[in-house]
Structure formats: C-alpha cells, structure tokens
C-alpha cells in the first residue's frame, strides 16, 4: 500500500532559526518519486522538488536541503535561517510509475515562522 | 504557454444544486488528474485521464461526480445534488504521458462551499 506519513500536524518557531519537516513513506514500487509541495494562504500548490528513487543524493536550493533515506523510508525537508514568508502548509507526496503517476499526499505540517 | 487553469476559482452553492467546474490543462498534454483537498488534509486523488479516456476513478468518487474530457482536452467535473460534506477545493493538474518521468502541473483550483 501507499501512504504518506507527516506526523507534525503543526509546527511553530521564531524567524532566523532552522526547523526541519518530516516525511515518511510506503511502497512496494521499486520506482517511485517523493516530492515537497508549498501551500501558502492563497491554495495554489507550489511544487519545491521532485527525487526518483534511484537518486539518493542530499539536495540543497538555497536554504532549503532535503534529505532522502531509502533506509528509513523518509524525505525529510529542512529550512534554514527561517523566514516568515516560510509560512504556510507543506506537502510530502509520492507517485509510483506502475500507478500512472498519481501523487499520494500526506496531511501536510502547517508551518508557523514567528516574527 | 499559460499554465493550467480552473473556473471558476470559487463557487458558493445551496445543498441539493449541482455544479460544474472546469480545467484547461497545459496544451498537449494527453494526461489530465482531478484532485479533492478538504479542510486540513492533504488532497485526494480523485480520477484521471489519458486523452479521453477515463482511466482510474477513485472510491471517493460517489455516483455524484462525473467527469468528462470530451475531445482529450478540457476537462469538466460536475458535482449533482450538493452536500455539505463536497465542500472542499478541487484541483487539477496535467502531465505529459512520455518519458521516464511524467511532471504534474498544478491549477489554482476551485474552492467550493456548499451552504
């Protein structure tokens, strides 16, 4: 089965400093990719970053990292030097290439970035 | 290329009246998703297509909802006889069904409340 899990429903912490979001996953697919979606107030989903399954590699987009592990089944995704335009709700997913790519959602972290 | 696009971006109704809602994917691309997204919860995939055909329809599709992409381009996802619990944003996203990877694009969405 396919699931998303996010267990922080809800995280708050003050500007400047870096909090991390948590995502784990399942799957039986040997191919499959795991994305970070931003939902700012306005609902547009704005798409963050994709990884297939195959690439392991950490990736960093200014101050955004995110950290893959295939051991843990986990895609944790970190921001640094939080600002407060960081705040909004944020999606793991996952779409698996034998399931026509439909993404799977989490229930997503609901950041606050305090001034 | 304008992106996707849904309409209308909100739409109030009573319970018991049906609505309609529409996507333009991005042109050309031959797969078109309709996703569901409730109050605090990620968003649910709901069915999709390939060109024009209806592929895979979800459990949360009651006998309700139909969707149609007539001519495998715009999409039209009508909702009879309202309830309370369809309140929710719906989303469409399109892709392009050809290689390795086949990236969603997401639409702004259409924010429904049923009264």
């Known amino acids: 089965a396919q699931k998303v899990t996010q267990a922080q429903t809800e995280i708050s912490v003050v500007e400047k400093e870096d909090v991390t979001l948590d995502c784990v996953y399942e799957t039986r697919d040997t191919t499959y990719y795991l994305f970070w979606y931003k939902q700012p107030p306005s609902g547009e989903l704005v798409f963050l970053i994709r990884?297939?399954?195959?690439?392991?590699q950490n990736e960093i987009s200014g101050r955004y990292s995110w950290n893959f592990q295939k051991s843990t089944s986990s895609f944790n995704f970190t921001i640094t030097a939080s600002q407060v335009v960081d705040s909004a709700v944020y999606f793991c997913?996952?779409?698996?290439?034998?399931?026509?790519?439909?993404?799977?959602f989490g229930k997503g972290t609901r950041l606050h970035i305090l001034p | 290329d304008t992106g996707v696009s849904q309409d209308p971006r909100h739409k109030i109704t009573k319970r018991g009246q049906n609505v309609t809602f529409r996507c333009d994917p991005i042109?050309?691309?031959?797969?078109l998703y309709w996703y569901r997204q409730t109050l605090g919860q990620g968003p649910e995939f709901l069915t999709y297509?390939?060109?024009?055909?209806?592929?895979?329809k979800s459990r949360l599709l009651s006998d309700r909802f139909s969707a149609e992409r007539p001519k495998g381009s715009f999409s039209t996802l009508e909702i009879q006889r309202t309830e309370q619990g369809d309140s929710a944003m719906y989303l469409c996203?399109?892709?392009?069904?050809?290689?390795?990877?086949?990236?969603?694009?997401f639409g702004p969405g259409t924010r429904l409340t049923v009264l």
């Open positions: 297509f390939q060109n024009e055909a209806q592929l895979e």
């Open positions: 042109s050309e691309h031959n797969r």
């Open positions: 990884r297939n399954s195959f690439d392991e």
């Open positions: 997913a996952l779409s698996e290439r034998n399931r026509d790519d439909k993404i799977i």
């Open positions: 996203a399109s892709s392009q069904a050809a290689g390795a990877y086949n990236e969603q694009f």
